[in-house]
């Protein structure tokens, strides 16, 4: 296991790298963007869950900044595991985390103005094939699960499984949810069905999509 300091270090560069993302993925963020240009209509989930969803990510976030203020009481604590070489698994935790934060600010540029935590359409509403939505569909959900994953082993927490599982189940849930909206919608169903057939849900497929937003 790394040493308190090391693990300090650690969890500066994970905040550094998500700070990085947000930068480079900042200049398109919905939050530029006037809210009466994005009528739109909700589809699936409730409140409650996105609730439980931005949650279950704070949760994973925030626990670098444990690590950074109190290191010695969370690395001595029973829930952090220990093992064989495990400084090779939280090298590894450092590496998906690096991927995810990557991931996270390429799709929040590339989504732009369609950038939101709810499932739902506006009226102007377009199919993005920019960025990592050429091969994927959900690239958000991916940075996400590499994010939690990665910190998780970064920091060999037993605790943090439990968010990752729920981040991993609600996206699955968000994600056909997401799905059935598109394919419903009477102006881009059939080109999202299309879309569909070029792009892998979570991971890249063999197939690449036009590049374009339709």
Do not use: C
Not at 72 to 94: E, W, Y
Not at 106 to 112: I, M, P, Q, T
Not at 128 to 138: E, F
Not at 165 to 179: P, Y
Request: proline residues 7%; aromatic residues 8%; hydrophobic residues 50%.
């Amino acid at each position: 296991m790394l040493s308190s300091g090391a693990a300090q270090v650690l969890a500066v560069v994970v905040y550094g790298s998500l700070a990085a993302a947000g930068a480079y993925g900042r200049p398109p963020l919905p939050w530029r963007q006037s809210r009466l240009e994005r009528p739109a209509t909700d589809h699936g989930g409730s409140r409650t869950l996105e609730a439980l969803w931005l949650a279950s990510i704070a949760a994973v976030l925030l626990y670098p900044l444990g690590i950074l203020f109190a290191p010695a009481v969370l690395l001595a604590s029973p829930l952090t595991l220990r093992f064989p070489s495990d400084a090779v698994a939280q090298v590894a935790g450092l590496v998906l985390v690096l991927a995810g934060a990557g991931l996270a600010g390429w799709a929040f540029r590339s989504l732009g103005r369609f950038t939101t935590v709810r499932i739902q359409l506006s009226q102007d509403h377009a199919i993005v094939r920019a960025g990592p939505y050429a091969r994927v569909r959900h690239p958000m959900y991916t940075a996400n699960m590499l994010l939690g994953v990665g910190v998780t082993l970064a920091f060999l927490s037993l605790v943090l499984w439990a968010p990752i599982v729920i981040i991993v189940l609600i996206a699955h849930f968000r994600a056909t949810s997401e799905e059935r909206m598109f394919l419903a919608s009477p102006l881009l169903g059939k080109n999202y069905a299309e879309y569909m057939t070029r792009t892998g849900r979570f991971l890249p497929s063999g197939r690449l999509a036009l590049p374009e937003k339709l």
